[in-house]
């Protein structure tokens, strides 16, 4: 098979850290049960699990009652009093949308007829000649278009003549109390029929078998269709008798909240009430809701009619809510958006896992907190879940003395000297892995101590010995020989295995069984390749890289780091006099990158 489709066909997962910590665990646990119990909550009570679909509808409305209303007129010159019946043709008007107008309140104009008459008195209209009229002049607030003269109004009092309706309607205050105040007794039937095209379902707000002398009540009959005017008022805590002098909105809220679900199937209408115009109506501009109508007809072949100023209440009927119905998918959806939730308590522990192990905690600055002993299990815990890789570079160095616990970072570019001398930056070293050395065989170690022969363990002596005179001026150890690079190279090999002067670490016992054995080479050698043959002009090239390899290993710890790994010159010579090359030219250290 084609290594693409090699690559196609692979599965990769992330690596799991198990830490085994009561407190942790119960953290987890915890978090756990809040978010299983908030994501079976959610899922019940909001019905997540069904596909949502919003309603359709219309709405069909009839008003019902009987007013009886006092006029005031002057016939005559004397005032005469008219007591009028009014039904609803006379107080409901059409209007667009799902609304209803029911008119409480009304300024009448009689006997109207097109003419030349003066205007109502207001500031914009008097005047005291014809030079304060414009002929054609009007304007949105005007009743007609000026002729130019300046006639008399009443008494003393001049206005502007226009060519309009005449009389002009004069501006005065809605009557107080309203004149259909008892308007709060008619009721309104509400007809709502909803569709849910996406579930194929139907319905209407009409039980069956309604009682039509019913009366909406909030507790007592809520499913009633029937509203009486009064009492949607009270609802939103309005008195009808102040509305209903100079007009107002009111909206009449339907909620559908259906579960189509057989085995929960429910799908009855909610109703509210909510006022939606200005209800400070004494300090606004157009306090109200108010229009203008007129009544046309003829007298004495002269057309006349009568202009109604009507003051009401406008009826919004606002309908919504959804449908909703079991589906798989949806339910799917959801389990798998809440899956990510569990993730929390992974980022809640990585965060005091993270938090405990910094570098603050980790300085103890503090040294009687009582979070240090929290901060030494955590440290445990971060270096075990996190390590810390560098940007691989062609310029990136390491060095390790021997007499430091740390390994130094260096990058080139800075390099103005040989690399002895440069500071470079502190690296924690690799906590070393015994898993190979474990592997190899019993006759690649040392034999077992003889009974009753303490065992002895060779050490690096902290004597400094006698210092050559041909060791370089860098060299610390007295065993280090001058690189053979150019002289702009040479700085890369300019490093001893110790910082300070004392004895060279190819003097111990580590360097010779781990670095120079032969044997223990050879068999690194046949375990990575079990059918190398090693014939003699291959053999000490391959010994000699494998014993760099193996310092690097040795003393750097992580292959990150042993990749950039820079050997001290007298490690180097040691491994090139014990495994030499032919010719005695070595092209010094190369960079995998």
């Known amino acids: 098979m084609p290594a693409l489709w090699d690559d196609i066909f692979q599965y990769e997962t992330d690596k799991v850290l198990r830490i085994q910590s ?81 008119m409480t309140n009304f300024l009448k104009t009689e006997n109207q007829v097109q003419g030349l008459c003066p205007e109502y008195p207001t500031r914009r209209t008097l005047c005291s000649s014809d030079r ?12 007609g278009i000026q002729t130019g003269r300046c006639v008399v109004y009443k008494g003393n009092q001049k206005t502007c003549e226009v060519s309009a309706w005449c009389p002009t309607e004069a501006t005065e205050e809605a009557p107080r109390p309203a004149l259909l105040n008892s308007a709060e007794n008619f009721t309104v039937l509400i007809k709502n029929n909803i569709d849910f095209p996406g579930h194929k379902y139907t319905t209407r707000n ?35 008798s102040e509305v209903a002098v100079q007009g107002g909105i009111m909206g009449i809220e339907i909620y559908w909240n259906c579960n189509l679900d057989r085995w929960f199937h429910s799908c009855r209408p909610k109703y509210s009430f909510r006022r939606l115009d200005d209800k400070m109506s004494n300090g606004s501009v157009y ?12 007298e004495n072949n002269v057309e006349k009619r009568t202009l109604i100023k009507a003051f009401g209440i406008r009826f919004d009927i606002l309908v919504f809510g959804t449908g909703g119905k079991f589906d798989v998918i949806m339910l799917i959806v959801y389990i798998g958006s809440t899956l990510s939730y569990f993730g929390l308590a992974t980022v809640l522990i990585d965060l005091l896992i993270s938090t405990y192990s910094s570098r603050c905690c980790r300085s103890r600055v503090y040294p009687y907190c009582k979070c240090c002993g929290c901060c030494a299990v955590n440290e445990y815990y971060y270096r075990k879940k996190c390590e810390s890789v560098v940007e691989p570079k062609r310029t990136l160095k390491y060095v390790s003395f021997v007499d430091e616990f740390h390994i130094r970072m260096v990058n080139e570019q800075l390099l103005g000297r040989s690399l002895q001398d440069v500071k470079g930056q502190e690296v924690p070293r690799p906590l070393m892995d015994f898993t190979d050395l474990s592997r190899l065989p019993l006759s ?6 003889a009974p009753g022969q303490a065992e002895e363990v060779q050490l690096l002596s902290k004597e400094e010995p006698p210092r050559p005179s041909s060791s370089p001026s860098w060299c610390q150890c007295g065993n280090c020989l001058p690189s053979q690079l150019p002289e702009s190279q040479r700085c890369l090999e300019e ?13 111990s016992e580590p360097f010779r069984k781990l670095v120079l054995s032969r044997r223990v080479l050879k068999f690194l050698l046949l375990y990575q390749e079990p059918l190398l043959v090693l014939d003699a002009d291959s053999a000490s090239s391959r010994l000699r890289h494998c014993a760099y390899r193996c310092y690097a290993a040795w003393r750097f710890g992580s292959q990150d780091l042993a990749d950039f790994a820079v050997l001290p010159s007298c490690c180097r010579w040691r491994i090139r006099m014990e495994f030499p090359k032919s010719d005695g030219q070595y092209r010094g250290f190369r960079s995998p990158y």
């Open 22 to 102: 009561t407190n942790y665990g119960t953290i987890k646990w915890i978090l756990h049960m809040i978010v299983f119990s908030y994501v079976s909550f959610a899922l019940v009570s909001d019905k997540l699990y069904q596909r949502k679909e919003d309603v359709i509808s219309s709405v069909h409305t009839k008003v019902k009652g009987v007013a009886e209303v006092r006029e005031e007129t002057l016939g005559s010159g004397l005032k005469k009093v008219v007591h009028s019946v009014l039904d609803t043709a006379d107080y409901t008007f059409p209007v667009q949308g799902n609304s209803f107008f029911v």
């Open 132 to 143: 304060g009229c414009k002929k054609g002049w009007m304007d949105p607030q005007s009743k």
């Open 206 to 240: 009409i039980l069956p078998g309604l009682n039509i002398t019913c009366t909406f009540h909030k507790t007592e009959n809520p499913q009633c269709p029937i509203f009486r005017l009064g009492d949607i008022f009270q609802e939103t805590g309005d008195n009808f």
């Open 287 to 298: 306090p109200g809701y108010n229009f203008r109508y007129a009544k046309y007809y003829r």
């Open 444 to 449: 690649l170690q040392d034999p077992p101590p």
């Open 495 to 507: 490093l001893c295995c110790r910082k300070k002067p004392g004895a060279c670490i190819t003097t």
